[in-house]
């Protein structure tokens, strides 16, 4: 028996709300936790962006812009 004809017969609420909700019951630490890592490394993700971009911008600004340090680069 497939799932499409074991659920066939069924109301739509049951479809539509009771699964999805059991679902997210029996599921719902996990995806709190996956999303909850996904957050938090996009979080890092953006701390180490903006770190290196202000240290690029310190470098640039307190060292010049002399043509031989762009060439040792």
Request: hydrophobic content about 65%; cysteine-free; aromatic content about 14%.
């Amino acid at each position: 028996m497939a799932v499409q004809e074991i659920l066939a017969g069924m109301p739509w609420w049951v479809k539509w709300v009771a699964i999805p909700l059991i679902a997210i019951v029996v599921f719902g630490g996990l995806i709190a936790s996956v999303i909850g890592f996904v957050i938090g490394l996009l979080f890092k993700v953006l701390v180490f962006v903006a770190l290196v971009g202000g240290l690029v911008y310190l470098v640039r600004k307190f060292t010049g812009s002399s043509s031989s340090s762009d060439r040792d680069w």
